[in-house]
């Protein structure tokens, strides 16, 4: 890497270079992006996390978006639940009013957000820590997460259970993205086994149809696919197997 | 893509200007747009189009902040700060505000190759292709790029120093 400034302020260089490259999204971030695409929305948790910042609320608020919000709603029709939050008046508050969602740029130690001019540094510093060590935790501390009903798995079980299932639709979709369709089939079928009335039943669906495909069964996956936009004809996942429903 | 390009969108919204507290946001926008044009991007070039999607979300955002008068008021001279502070938070948010502050002289060309060469570490062939740009048009921009880093460094040491005589 050539040097950007003169010998003797090599030492500032190097700092502005790791400000430069001190951001990353942390895994509380991700979920929150997963929920407002609607691949997360049956999770509470995720759900009320994305929600929660001003632009998810006037994402669902706004009848401008509907092509979104439709991904939301059908994301909810899989998982039998819904955003609760999305019929509350949108915010225009900044994320960081609530401090478990205050995870914008968060680096391994949580440093990065000393960088936010905004952000109260010891707080959020030690918000972003527990967040990113443990979504749990985070869960516990924040009263507006705390699951509404006692009939509910209390909110801690739900986000383990949804990073579980996460993580094998993960490895589904990294089986079907290296074109390997015997172990993407073998994820699907370990991921219907484990979760039958999974959050992200719908993109494991449409992941299932791709390995079928992948693995030489293209009549399977035709058949599949077809049912699938009958049932979610607008879907933007649908998007995905159109190609599949000959 | 969200697991493979989280951060390097993140990164890069924040370095094309967009303020911390927004940067969530804008990292929505920036997927919520590749959702809906899945179908446009061809494999191989995702982080291209995520780059893209970016930089349009990042100018808006800019533009936005300019005009609802938002944006806080800038210290136009980070090094005036003592350069040690017993902190380490302050002075990396000092070292952060110096960094947006070379950063926003730059013009939107200089500045999106700048970046990606100094913190993605991308190479020039990198960037001419992600950019979809001549390689010679990326070795130009470039030179330009860290010419005017350095002496944006240099004018704001010099009026550091004489502050402080």
């Known amino acids: 890497m050539d040097p950007l400034l003169h010998p003797e302020d090599r030492e500032l ?6 400000a430069g490259r001190d951001v990353t999204l942390s895994p509380a971030a991700q979920e929150r992006l997963l929920a407002a695409l609607g691949v997360a929305a049956g999770v509470t948790v995720a759900g009320e996390a994305a929600a929660s910042t001003s632009f998810v609320s006037k994402l669902l608020a706004s009848k401008s978006m509907l092509t979104a919000a439709s991904m939301v709603s059908v994301g909810a029709i899989g998982a039998g639940v819904y955003f609760t939050r999305s019929a509350e008046p949108p915010s225009d508050r900044p994320p960081v009013s609530r401090p478990a969602e205050t995870v914008h740029a968060a680096t391994p130690t949580g440093a990065a957000a000393a960088t936010d001019r905004e952000a109260p540094s010891d707080a959020a510093v030690a918000t972003e820590r527990d967040a990113t060590a443990s979504a749990d935790s985070t869960v516990e501390k924040g009263p507006a997460l705390q699951p509404r009903t006692g009939s509910r798995k209390p909110a801690a079980d739900v986000n383990a259970a949804f990073r579980d299932e996460l993580a094998l639709v993960e490895s589904l979709s990294r089986a079907v993205k290296a074109g390997n369709g015997s172990l993407a089939l073998a994820h699907s079928a370990e991921y219907k086994r484990k979760f039958p009335r999974g959050k992200l039943g719908l993109e494991a669906q449409v992941l299932h149809i791709e390995a079928l495909a992948l693995a030489g069964n293209r009549s399977e996956a035709s058949r599949l696919a077809q049912g699938f936009l009958k049932r979610y004809p607008d879907s933007p996942i649908a998007a995905r197997i159109r190609r599949f429903a000959h | 893509m969200v697991s493979e390009h989280g951060t390097f969108v993140a990164r890069t919204l924040r370095n094309l200007g967009v303020p911390a507290r927004e940067l969530d946001d804008c990292v929505q926008r920036v997927y919520i747009v590749a959702d809906r044009r899945l179908n446009d991007i061809r494999p191989g070039c995702e982080r291209a189009f995520l780059f893209r999607s970016a930089a349009h979300i990042a100018a808006h955002a800019r533009r936005s902040l300019a005009r609802k008068r938002e944006v806080l008021e800038e210290d136009p001279h980070p090094l005036r700060a003592p ?32 970046i990606l060469h100094t913190f993605e570490e991308l190479t020039m062939a990198e960037i001419a292709e992600l950019l979809e740009l001549p390689p010679g048009t990326v070795a130009s921009r470039l030179r330009r790029a860290r010419g005017m880093f350095r002496d944006r460094i240099e004018a704001l040491k010099a009026g550091a120093t004489q502050e402080s005589a």
């Open chain 2, 83 to 114: 350069p040690f502070q017993p902190d380490e938070l302050t002075q990396r948010k000092q070292f952060r505000e110096l960094l947006d502050s070379v950063l926003n002289s730059m013009s939107d060309e200089l500045r999106n190759v700048f």
């Open chain 1, 13 to 18: 260089e190097a700092e502005l270079r790791r």
